[in-house]
């Protein structure tokens, strides 16, 4: 057996109505900044109740497009170290200046403390990222925290769409949020980013920087460059978006069935979200008991068992070359994170799971943590 750890989903009736939707835009010679991209666009807000909605061509553009407005020459942002690369890396492009945070070990997200004994005269803003789709549980008291200090908060949501606390999306709870449509994300574009904001000057903004700087009459009035979305990326998106809650509630019935199975089992601990949270489950991380090499545990899983598996973020962030050489950060900077992650496993999480193939998959889990102890 071949488990993957993710995989795009597309039902058959999907991929006609998008095969239509296709053939409509390429007959109407519109194919990018068209009506199928406002659609994508006031769909994505209706869905998500944010007042706007602007599309980007990936969620490292969303992150671009949106830093840039906050003239980040000279100034700190503090980002998770458990992210993906653009996170930090967007700050970079905006000219500003990453400062790595800690995380909470039971949530694998930004831990508030540490973002606050980081705050310096020099810091702008914050990004809090919904690591594997939990919405960061101390998110209500981070945005207090950002408003009385007045700095911006961005909640890179890539991980998040869908998620929800006390019944709010992802995305909204921040100045800004950022969203990813790549092809392993709970819903694609193929490729493709969403950013949702509620101030009007910002939508106008990120519309003009996505579009090389260009006003709607096409006056250069900022610098930008290009950040658009194509129409078919919106086709594809707008039809995965019409199956979001199936997507939603496919993944939560695979964390049951996960946790049923291993919730039991002392090598590890699998991770449940607050009452008050859906989660969207991009990722199913697990971590297991320090000592056990998990990148062994990967290898027999794959090997024996056909299971891929993954990391969610390891190494984090400050250990990547690129950072250790240009900001200087180094082996320790952030214990709970370095400690943590290298135990962390991601478990295959898609919408074509079965309950007999999660059941394989934790078993072999099961198998291969007793092979390598
Ligand atoms: C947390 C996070 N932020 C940003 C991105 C960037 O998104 P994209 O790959 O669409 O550029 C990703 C992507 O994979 C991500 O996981």
Same mark, same amino acid.
């Given at each position: 057996m071949k488990v993957s750890s993710s995989f795009p989903y597309f039902s058959k009736d999907s991929i006609n109505a998008i095969l239509a939707d296709m053939s409509q835009m390429l007959n109407s010679g519109q194919l990018t900044d068209g009506p199928f991209s406002e659609e994508f666009e006031r769909k994505f807000a209706a869905y998500t109740k944010a007042k706007y909605a602007v599309a980007v061509s990936s969620g490292s553009a969303a992150l671009d497009v949106a830093l840039r407005h906050y003239r980040l020459a000279g100034k700190e942002v503090i980002v998770p170290t458990n992210t993906f690369v653009s996170t930090p890396n967007g700050v970079v492009f905006a000219g500003g200046i990453p400062v790595f945070a800690d995380m909470d070990p039971q949530t694998l997200c930004i831990d508030l403390e540490d $973002?606050?004994?980081? $705050?310096?005269?020099?810091?702008?803003?914050?990004?809090?990222?919904?690591?594997?789709?939990?919405?960061?549980?101390?998110?209500?008291e981070l945005r207090e925290f950002c408003r009385e200090q007045e700095l911006f908060l961005i909640e890179d949501s890539a991980h998040a769409h869908g998620a929800t606390l006390d019944g709010q999306m992802a995305?909204?709870?921040?100045? $800004?949020?950022?969203?990813?449509?790549?092809?392993?994300?709970?819903?694609?574009?193929?490729?493709?980013?969403?950013?949702?904001?509620?101030?009007?000057?910002?939508?106008?903004?990120?519309?003009?920087?996505?579009?090389c700087g260009q006003n709607a009459n096409r006056q250069m009035v900022m610098l930008g460059d290009n950040w658009r979305l194509s129409e078919q990326a919106a086709i594809v998106g707008l039809h995965q978006l019409e199956h979001i809650e199936e997507f939603l509630a496919k993944r939560n019935q695979i964390a049951a069935w996960y946790g049923e199975v291993l919730g039991d089992v002392a090598e590890v601990s699998v991770l449940r979200p607050p009452p008050n949270i859906r989660h969207s489950y991009y990722k199913y991380p697990v971590v297991l008991t320090s000592g056990i090499d998990c990148q062994k545990v990967a290898e027999v899983l794959k090997r024996r068992f056909g299971v891929e598996s993954g990391h969610i973020y390891y190494p984090p962030c400050h250990l990547q070359p690129y950072y250790m050489e240009t900001f200087g950060s180094c082996v320790g900077d952030l214990p709970i994170a370095e400690r943590v992650l290298k135990q962390v496993m991601c478990l295959p999480m898609h919408y074509l799971l079965t309950k007999q193939t999660v059941d394989y998959v934790s078993e072999a889990l099961v198998s291969s943590i007793e092979a390598v102890v």
């Open positions: $973002v606050k004994r980081r $705050v310096t005269s020099k810091t702008a803003g914050v990004i809090v990222v919904h690591i594997a789709g939990l919405i960061c549980p101390q998110l209500l995305g909204t709870f921040g100045d $800004v949020g950022c969203f990813s449509f790549y092809p392993t994300k709970v819903m694609t574009s193929c490729e493709g980013g969403m950013i949702l904001t509620a101030d009007e000057e910002f939508a106008l903004e990120a519309r003009c920087v996505r579009s």
